[in-house]
């Protein structure tokens, strides 16, 4: 999982399906049961997480995933390969859970996903400045706790996911897809619908977020 603090200024265009997709996809249209059996492995955990986003039940999402499931092998024919198929796959659960989402009642403002300051306006609370622009509250110092050691640790792990659960919807459905998922810009942009700006400010703001859940747990550590 990426918590870099370094934000991408410009969304690049998605790329094609690379070849072992359609490999896979011929394979898939051939009935070939290990290859859907693989593609299951690889995605239903992470399909299941995004799930939860949009309708906030783990028994729905599951429910959402297994009709995405069926939606993949029922569609399989019209991939035409215009993005890759992780991509396609998502784009199919997004809309089922969204829609899903209604009907149970359970569904996020997705107006917000559309509009970025529909969110908090500050990615750091403003409390921690002093009125000449100076830090009141110093950041904690990380020297070596990089995010990425961190996540070596499980206790560190749990309360990450936990911060990760509290986040805003809009904000926890892109940083799901980027960093989690690992998702380009242009992906996250296509499975969610929204804009490239709307989609770079939720994902600083998420990550801000988390960054700060972290700086409170290291501090009492």
């Known amino acids: 999982m990426r918590l870099h603090p370094r934000e991408?200024?410009?969304?690049?265009?998605?790329?094609?399906?690379?070849?072992?997709?359609?490999?896979?996809?011929?394979?898939?249209?051939?009935r070939?049961?290990?290859?859907?059996?693989?593609?299951?492995?690889?995605?239903?955990?992470p399909l299941i997480r995004l799930a939860i986003v949009f309708v906030g039940d783990l028994?729905?999402?599951?429910?959402?995933?297994q009709d995405t499931w069926?939606?993949?092998?029922?569609?399989?024919?019209?991939?035409?390969g215009r993005s890759s198929l992780k991509t396609w796959i998502f784009?199919?659960?997004?809309?089922?859970?969204?829609?899903?989402?209604?009907?149970?009642?359970?569904?996020i403002p997705f107006s917000a996903l559309a509009d970025p300051d529909a969110a908090d306006h500050a990615a750091?609370?403003?409390?921690?400045?002093?009125?000449?622009?100076?830090?009141a509250t110093a950041p904690v110092r990380w020297d070596d706790r990089t995010p990425e050691r961190l996540l070596l640790s499980?206790?560190?792990?749990?309360?990450?996911?936990?911060?990760?659960?509290?986040?805003?919807?809009?904000?926890?459905?892109?940083?799901?897809?980027?960093?989690?998922?690992e998702l380009d810009p242009a992906e996250v942009c296509n499975v969610l619908d929204i804009s490239e700006t709307n989609q770079r400010v939720l994902l600083h703001r998420g990550r801000s977020r988390l960054r700060a859940a972290l700086e409170r747990y290291l501090a009492r550590k």
């Open 8 to 30: 991408e200024t410009t969304a690049t265009p998605s790329a094609r399906a690379p070849a072992d997709d359609q490999l896979l996809v011929q394979r898939l249209l051939d």
């Open 32 to 45: 070939n049961e290990a290859a859907f059996e693989s593609l299951v492995e690889r995605y239903h955990g």
């Open 59 to 65: 028994a729905v999402a599951e429910e959402v995933v």
């Open 70 to 80: 069926m939606a993949v092998l029922n569609g399989l024919g019209s991939f035409e």
């Open 91 to 107: 784009s199919i659960l997004t809309n089922k859970a969204k829609t899903r989402g209604v009907r149970e009642r359970r569904s």
């Open 124 to 135: 750091v609370d403003p409390a921690r400045f002093a009125s000449n622009g100076s830090w």
């Open 154 to 181: 499980r206790e560190n792990r749990v309360h990450l996911e936990a911060a990760l659960a509290d986040l805003p919807p809009n904000q926890r459905a892109v940083v799901t897809l980027r960093d989690i998922e």
